[in-house]
């Protein structure tokens, strides 16, 4: 008799996980039974039976049929796309979450899933991702990411603000004719300039390793440009250290980045207007006459700490304007793909130094590398929503 119960057990849960099979796991378990995987092999992997996968396996050409006939379903993120744009965007989107808990912004499903279109739609994509709920609590499993704090919408962005802010940003552009080439952009992001990849991702098993102090290779970057996309600005970089080891024979004026430090790596008041008398307004200036146009710039700004609210006084031919509170993550150029871009550029080059001899000058040397790649279609690209 206890063979007969255990077997009855099984049937029961496997019944059980049939009902619930979706159609993006029969279209996964077919994908990998086509890439010669054995079916015990892909029951072991998926948790069902033998005899489950050999079914799905039999109706194959029925399961591809009905998620060709149906692409707006969630299972459509697994199939053609799962191999390509999907990959990529999931990848950016995983760096653009990071960065928002880095810098202790709210975020909520909904921006999410604005996030994943709006990268996936600059990946220059021909169809629609799926991101529901379910799509997000995988994306999250296949990332490895943990600790990810999704808020409910009232402690996320100000999406009506964000969606009124584009009308108002217009009105100051005509009203002071500002070009493309005039309308500037800049964000800060937390940069762990000492880390492989899986520190971006938030991984598991990077935290829980001995010995890890992730603050201490911690540095901020201001990273921005311009809505034409041709001008990126020389990054302003804040360590904590003024002269570490690395950069003790270095000058550090001729280093690729702004070269500035406190003991918390932050962008304070201090350095914010040090770095907006002496480098921002004369690196504009200098563009403006190069392209011959008038010397005036609106330069667009959230709320962070670190930026004055006497900015806009500060030189005649800027005009400073900030964002709406909680609107960032939804309308902040730098924000819609620039840095996050970066960030994987970093990540790449990265990986090509063993991290023992990795210091703080090779950092600035793949920063300013980075930098370099973040491509002027992106640059002017990330400009859409407040200036159509």
Known sequence: MPPKHKSDASAG??????KTITMEEKVEIIKRSERGEKPSSIGRACGYSRSTIATILKDKDRVMEHVKGHTPMNATIITKQRSGLIIEMERLLTIWIEDQNQRNLPISLSLVQEKARSLFNDLKATHTASEGKGWFNRFKKRANLHNIKVQGEAASADVSAAS???KILEDIIDDGGYLPEQIFNVDETGLFWKKMPERTYISKEEKSAPGHKASKD???LLLGGNASGDLKLKPLLVHRSLNPRALRNVTKA???????????AWITLAIFEEWFSNHFVPAVERYCLGKNIPFKILLLLDNAPGHPNTLD???PNVKVVFLPPNTTSLIQ???QGVIASFKAYYDEMTLRDFW???NIYDAI???????DEVKETNMRGVWNKLCP
Not at 259 to 264: E, G, I, L, Q
Not at 365 to 371: P, Q, T, Y
């Open 164 to 166: 009124s802010f584009p």
């Open 218 to 220: 911690r540095l901020t």
């Open 13 to 18: 849960e496997t019944a059980k996980k049939r």
């Open 313 to 315: 006084d500060m030189h």
């Open 365 to 371: 040397n793949n920063i300013a590398d980075a930098w």
């Open 254 to 264: 001729s280093l690729p980045v702004i070269w500035r430090a406190n003991s918390k």
């Open 333 to 335: 150029p730098m924000d």
């Open 356 to 358: 023992k001899s990795y």
